[in-house]
Structures are given as structure tokens and as C-alpha cells.
Nanobody, 124 residues
Framework: QVQLVESGGGLVQAGGSLRLSCAAS????????MGWFRQAPGKEREFVAA????????YYADSVKDRFTISRDNAKNTMYLQMNSLKPEDTAVYYC?????????????????WGQGTQVTVSS
């Protein structure tokens, strides 16, 4: 089992920045990919970004490319999402996910473990 805990969400004005963190614990060794998803009210959960647990490959949804950056610190078992130039449409609950698939997938079924989510609200 892998436990995931997100932090770093909050309220920010449009154009601002936030950095989300996802701390992993438990049996993390089989993890080969991690990702961020988000879910806005009344909408489906959607892929945001993903990263290989070992290596430098990263993947982004078109809607966040060039504004968000995913990274990880293997020594700390922690993944990050740096979000810049935030827009009101980025408002959602952000979830981190972990899985054994490599390369990382963009679908919910590609991940086995999920965090509880952290709220990001961007005001206009």
C-alpha cells in the first residue's frame, strides 16, 4: 500500500502561483510513475501532469503546458506541482496519484493509489 498526502493548496488571485506537494509513504518501491489530476465542481476528474519516478520524463495536459511544472525528490519521496500564471479555470481539487505503469498514463485507471486532494481556488 502507498499513502499519499497532498498539501499546498489555497486561495490565490489570477496570475499568481502556488506549489503543491505530495508526500508518499508506505510500500513505495514498486511505484514507477506519479501524476496530478484535478476535479472542478460538476466536472470529471482530469489529467494535469505526470512524471516517471525514475528518470526525467514529464507529461502535461495542453491546458497547463508552459504554466505548470511537475518535479519530484526521490530522497524525500515527494512530488511537486509548481503552478504559475494561474487562471480562474484552474480552480479545482487537485489530487496526486501513484502507479506502477511506465511510462505514466493520463487516465484515472492508470494509477493505483490516490491522495485525498487539496483545494486550489483562483479568484479573478
Amino acid at each position: 500500500q502507498v499513502q499519499l498526502v497532498e498539501s499546498g493548496g489555497g486561495l490565490v488571485q489570477a496570475g499568481g502561483s502556488l506549489r503543491l506537494s505530495c508526500a508518499a509513504s508506505g510500500r513505495t518501491f514498486p511505484t514507477r510513475s506519479m501524476g496530478w489530476f484535478r476535479q472542478a465542481p460538476g466536472k470529471e476528474r482530469e489529467f494535469v501532469a505526470a512524471i516517471r519516478w525514475w528518470g526525467d520524463s514529464t507529461y502535461y495536459a495542453d491546458s497547463v503546458k508552459d504554466r505548470f511544472t511537475i518535479s519530484r525528490d526521490n530522497a524525500k519521496n515527494t512530488m511537486y506541482l509548481q503552478m504559475n500564471s494561474l487562471k480562474p479555470e484552474d480552480t479545482a481539487v487537485y489530487y496526486c496519484a501513484a502507479g506502477t505503469r511506465s511510462p505514466p498514463g493520463t487516465g484515472r485507471n492508470d494509477y493505483d493509489y490516490w491522495g485525498q486532494g487539496t483545494q486550489v481556488t483562483v479568484s479573478s
